[in-house]
């Protein structure tokens, strides 16, 4: 997270970008390295930012750390993943949530895939029909997500728990659930040749 991208880590361009749409309380799971995560952005007050830090001794997964946060102040809780650098504007992503009423909200990249040759739809081997080179949308897991406060009860305590298990949890119970699919700039800097391209992308990004 402290790893820089551009003028600054990767971390800070997450909180600036979010403290542009108003936010301004944040929690910061940490373990390898966190004394210095915690160094560098201190309370948050130099810049009208409240910052805490949820310290793991064994790592909790996705949403794990989420257990250990019993004081939120709002009804909706956003949580993201921190090695991901995007536009991504929070307030619509934040009106969706609100307006479909849901009770999680995933952000989603679209993935388009083209299939070179007809596609055939089969019935107990017999051919019922055929798409010439189609082209077929998948979305993926973006890495950041909202909900309503009252689902941090799901998370269990102290165990490792990803963001995937939740939703699976929650659709299980009927939960609404929504995608949020996302267009603009998305990049997980996780890898070393992702990390590579953001450095000559942020050169040219509204961030």
């Known amino acids: 997270p402290l790893l820089k991208v551009g003028e600054k880590p990767i971390l800070e361009h997450n909180i600036t970008r979010l403290a542009l749409f108003g936010m301004d309380d944040f929690w910061i799971s940490v373990n390898y390295l966190g004394e210095q995560i915690e160094e560098y952005f ?6 009208n930012l409240k910052i805490n830090y949820v310290w793991e001794k064994e790592p909790l997964g996705t949403i794990g750390a989420v257990s250990k946060i019993k ?8 949580v993201t993943n921190s090695d991901i650098l995007t536009n991504l504007n929070y307030e619509d992503f934040y009106l969706r949530f609100v307006e479909e009423n849901a009770d999680f909200a995933v952000m989603t990249i679209p993935y388009k895939v083209d299939v070179p040759y007809a596609v055939l739809e089969t019935d107990n081997g017999h051919v019922v029909s055929f798409k010439e080179k189609p082209s077929y ?11 309503k406060r009252e689902l941090v009860n799901h998370i269990p305590a102290n165990s490792h728990f990803n963001t995937t298990d939740l939703m699976e949890e929650l659709i299980a119970k009927g939960k609404k659930v929504i995608s949020y699919p996302f267009s603009g700039y998305w990049l997980d800097v996780g890898k070393h040749e992702d990390f590579a391209k953001a450095q000559t992308d942020i050169k040219k990004l509204d961030i």
């Open 137 to 147: 949308t998948y979305y993926s897991n973006g890495g950041i997500y909202l909900m």
């Open 42 to 47: 201190g309370n948050g007050s130099d810049n």
């Open 71 to 78: 004081d939120f102040e709002h009804d909706t809780v956003l």
